[in-house]
């Protein structure tokens, strides 16, 4: 039980990692198709085409795929510019590799790596017009050194983070364990074996498996008197005296009839016997 606790917490914690990374990812790839779209959007104010629709933004393996309503065509150094100015505008990332290929062939007419590092950009054939035709760009973004670093700290972060409430989670389960198992003992020290049964007199219980019996106070009281003076014969009077006492609500047959009814509640175990010694009193047996 204790291990099962501990995973249990270990899980949940793992979980909430998890989640929260999931969560942080899933925001940047929302951001940088933004980023991406509005890339598209100022291409095409660029070669002068206001009306057609940049289409939704795909990723496809490690590229993301911008498409558009209709051919067009463009000069390179059009593209280039224009991806720098959004992605210095947005922040998304520092660095790309920008691929155009067309839409039928896929045959790849132009690339480049567009950069805000110093002396990081280059730019291919910048005054050569390519023809209209149906041109797919791609998007594959590349992590600065920055970014690496902050990457590689927050997974170290994230390491540490865990180990140091590996420590925390166990102490915590340890001492749920400890807190248990000691109330687990306190309940077995008030549990008395009596033959098959186990006599909770606290809760005034007889516990046979999955069976509980209810006793009444008076019940409980007199089993626990007949068990701890085990094989003894207890005279009626002492009996009557010691359970009673001076409450005066009693009258000669009550103690047989809480007898009797003992006798009923006990029948499940044959070993259990409580004896009438005619004329004296009665002696309960085990075994």
């Not at 920055?146 to 340890?174: D, H, K, R, W």
């Not at 009797?260 to 509640?265: A, V």
Request: proline share 2%; aromatic share 10%; with cysteine.
């Amino acid at each position: 039980m204790k291990r099962l606790k501990i995973k249990k917490q270990w899980l949940l914690i793992c979980t909430s990692i998890f989640l929260f990374s999931v969560c942080k990812a899933e925001t940047k790839e929302q951001l940088t198709k933004v980023a991406l779209r509005a890339i598209g959007h100022e291409f095409l104010l660029q070669i002068n085409d206001s009306t057609s629709r940049v289409l939704p933004i795909q990723k496809e393996n490690d590229r993301y795929a911008v498409r558009f309503e209709n051919n067009f065509s463009f000069e390179p150094e059009i593209l280039s510019s224009t991806v720098l100015k959004v992605i210095e505008e947005m922040n998304i990332s520092n660095s790309y590799i920008v691929e155009v290929e067309t839409c039928g062939s896929k045959a790849l007419v132009h690339s480049f790596k567009a950069s805000l590092e110093i002396a990081d950009s280059a730019v291919a054939c910048k005054m050569r017009r390519l023809p209209e035709d149906c041109y797919v760009i791609y998007f594959t973004i590349l992590p600065s050194v920055q970014e690496t670093t902050s990457i590689e700290t927050a997974e170290i972060e994230q390491v540490n983070f865990i180990y140091l409430l590996m420590p925390l989670l166990l102490g915590g389960g340890v001492v749920v364990y400890l807190i248990k198992r000691k109330s687990k003992q306190k309940i077995e020290a008030e549990l008395i074996s009596i033959g098959q049964f186990q006599f909770d007199q606290k809760r005034m219980l007889l516990n046979l498996k999955a069976q509980s019996i209810e006793l009444s106070a008076k019940e409980a009281d007199l089993l626990f008197l007949l068990y701890s003076n085990e094989n003894k014969t207890l005279e009626r009077a002492y009996i009557l005296n010691h359970i009673w006492g001076d409450e005066g609500d009693y009258v000669g047959r009550t103690l047989d009839v809480f007898i009797s009814k003992l006798r009923k509640k006990l029948e499940a175990d044959p070993a259990l016997k409580i004896i009438n010694v005619r004329g004296v009193g009665y002696r309960f047996v085990v075994g």
